[in-house]
């Protein structure tokens, strides 16, 4: 019986962190698709503020980028589609 508790407890704990892990687990945006920046502009608000973009695309209400940062870590950044803002980042 405690080897079902603790394998249930490490399922939920994982399937909690995947979620949170896919756009941060929540829209970074609820304004209507017609009001978000092309990816190309969103990109550009990235690398203007000095990371450098591998990849990028629109997931969930949220931009994903998958980039560099200054020290050249990798850095996913979840971006508000509408104005390009960090919101958060793994």
């Known amino acids: 019986m405690r ?3 603790i394998f249930t407890v490490a399922a939920v704990t994982f399937g909690a962190a995947s979620a949170q892990a896919d756009s ?4 970074c945006t ?3 698709q017609a009001q978000w920046l092309p990816i ?3 990109q550009a608000k990235v690398e ?3 990371y450098k973009v591998h990849k990028a695309k629109l997931k ?3 931009g994903e980028l998958y980039t560099l940062d200054k020290n050249g870590n990798r850095v996913e950044l979840f971006v508000d ?3 390009g803002q960090i919101i958060g980042q793994m």
């Not at 941060?24 to 829209?27: A, E, F, M, T």
């Open 81 to 83: 589609p509408t104005n």
């Open 40 to 42: 190309a502009q969103l």
């Open 24 to 27: 941060l687990g929540k829209p």
């Open 48 to 50: 203007a503020q000095g």
């Open 60 to 62: 969930n209400a949220c």
């Open 30 to 32: 609820s304004a209507p």
């Open 3 to 5: 080897k079902i508790a």
